[in-house]
T-cell receptor, first 113, second 116 residues
Framework: GAVVSQHPSRVICKSGTSVKIECRSLDFQATTMFWYRQFPKQSLMLMATSNEGSKATYEQGVEKDKFLINHASLTLSTLTVTSAHPEDSSFYIC?????????FGSGTQLSVL | GNSVTQMEGPVTLSEEAFLTINCTYTATGYPSLFWYVQYPGEGLQLLLKATKADDKGSNKGFEATYRKETTSFHLEKGSVQVSDSAVYFCALSDQLYGGATNKLIFGTGTLLAVQP
């Protein structure tokens, strides 16, 4: 079946640095990818929808200048958390749509010190 | 707005026990309902779904029935195995484009631990 690879699975960084998370569809082309975030004991929340070759669509309350999304090819979307702060520490997960189904990456646990 | 509420975990069961994970939702219109499972170190996978009231989704021995009158979609399995240990997410989608789901609204996830 279709596979979505997300990297890294875990990252620890210092406050003020930027972190890039990659999401790749391994055996299919994904014109649309989604980025979610989950804080402890809370729901997975959609952050943004990423469309290949165009600007991402952000959900209300998500800062587009802080969470930069690039979907430069049909198999790769990246999320960059710029100038990360401890409150950005969370679990980030991507998904990609292949025709009628959604496939998810395994997630990235970001810890900002 | 639309939302999903599912029971907090962890749920710890012995092998062959009966499993219920409760899920209720709030939505306008007629959403589709899903259960996703995340095994350790892997991405979320669709376990089962139901697209209209009274539909029953089933897969791998798991079942859930779309109950509009109680706005519920509880997950059940008659006899759990150690290999069922995972995090289970209930979700709804209020949009269905040509069969492809768009925006999903998730619950918090419930960790199931099955002991031998």
């Amino acid at each position: 079946g279709a596979v979505v690879s997300q990297h890294p699975s875990r990252v620890i960084c210092k406050s003020g640095t930027s972190v890039k998370i990659e999401c790749r569809s391994l055996d299919f082309q994904a014109t649309t990818m989604f980025w979610y975030r989950q804080f402890p004991k809370q729901s997975l929340m959609l952050m943004a929808t990423s469309n290949e070759g165009s600007k991402a669509t952000y959900e209300q309350g998500v800062e587009k200048d802080k969470f930069l999304i690039n979907h430069a090819s049909l198999t790769l979307s990246t999320l960059t958390v710029t100038s990360a702060h401890p409150e950005d520490s969370s679990f980030y997960i991507c998904s990609a749509r292949d025709l009628r189904k959604l496939f998810f990456g395994s997630g990235t646990q970001l810890s900002v010190l | 707005g639309n939302s999903v509420t599912q029971m907090e975990g962890p749920v710890t069961l012995s092998e062959e026990a009966f499993l219920t994970i409760n899920c209720t939702y709030t939505a306008t219109g007629y959403p589709s309902l899903f259960w996703y499972v995340q095994y350790p170190g892997e991405g979320l996978q669709l376990l089962l779904k139901a697209t209209k009231a009274d539909d029953k989704g089933s897969n791998k021995g798991f079942e859930a029935t779309y109950r509009k009158e109680t706005t519920s979609f509880h997950l059940e399995k008659g006899s759990v195995q150690v290999s069922d240990s995972a995090v289970y997410f209930c979700a709804l989608s209020d949009q269905l484009y040509g069969g492809a789901t768009n925006k999903l609204i998730f619950g918090t996830g419930t960790l199931l631990a099955v002991q031998p």
